[in-house]
């Protein structure tokens, strides 16, 4: 089992509708939780943090956490051709010896006008 | 705030060159800095941490001879790709940890570089 999972996709949706990316994982002891994008030939670029279970908004940018079901999610409203890129989940510890993040591996997002 | 630049964004060298590679946060110090490769439609993959005025942890299977890592102050670290090769040829990132972290961001946020793109030939 991968310590983060992401579904590789590509996840197609329509211009103005609602995206949906998910992300297990498997360090109950993880602390920290991000949602970074990449675009092609670019470097990843933070969307949003979240450390608490529930839910955190950020413009159209929502992240979901349970940590009962080692879950993460990031939900994009109102999906422009300009989100498409691929979405990276990861994880981390925020104290101990392995202070580092574990990447899942994206999914791709294609937003289609 | 939080600017990582690397530089050069992109080089081409011959196979059996030494290639350096400069990652410097801008307008913060940073404790620890990250070194990723990426292969073209795969994702990042970690090859260490290093931290300032110590030694760089690396990750399993990555050769500490050939891609070595130096940490010399809480703005530089640079990345040596030894005795290259056209299988090294490669995205490689860098990202910076701010050693402010707990001021309201997680301690694991990472600061990324823009990138170097590398080709051997």
């Known amino acids: 089992q991968k310590e983060v999972e992401q579904n590789s996709g590509p996840l197609s949706v329509p211009e103005g509708a609602i995206a949906s990316l998910n992300c297990t994982y498997s360090?109950?002891?993880?602390?920290?939780f991000f949602w970074y994008r990449q675009y092609s030939g670019k470097s990843p670029e933070l969307i949003m943090f979240i450390y608490s279970n529930g839910d955190k908004e950020d413009g159209r940018f929502t992240a979901q956490l349970n940590k009962a079901s080692q879950y993460v999610s990031l939900l994009i409203r109102d999906s422009q051709p300009s989100d498409s890129a691929t979405y990276l989940c990861?994880?981390?510890?925020?104290?101990?010896?392995?202070?580092?993040?574990?990447w899942g591996l994206g999914t791709s997002l294609a937003v289609n006008p | 705030g939080a600017v990582v630049s690397q530089h050069p964004s992109w080089v081409i060298c011959k196979s059996g060159t030494s290639v350096k590679i400069e990652c410097r946060s801008l307008?913060?110090?940073?404790?620890?800095m990250f070194w990723y490769r990426q292969f073209p439609k795969q994702s990042l993959m970690l090859m260490a941490t290093?931290?300032?005025?110590?030694?760089?942890?690396?990750e399993q299977g990555v050769e500490k001879d050939k891609f070595l890592i130096n940490h010399a102050s809480l703005t530089l670290s640079t990345l040596t790709v030894t005795s290259a090769h056209p299988e090294d040829s490669s995205f490689y990132i860098c990202s910076a940890r701010d050693r402010r972290t707990g001021e309201g961001r997680p301690y694991n946020e990472q600061f990324f570089g823009p990138g170097t793109r590398l080709t051997v030939l």
């Open positions: 990861a994880v981390g510890r925020d104290a101990g010896n392995n202070r580092k993040l574990i």
């Open positions: 360090d109950r002891g993880s602390q920290s």
């Open positions: 307008d913060f110090q940073a404790t620890t």
């Open positions: 290093s931290n300032e005025g110590s030694k760089a942890t690396y």
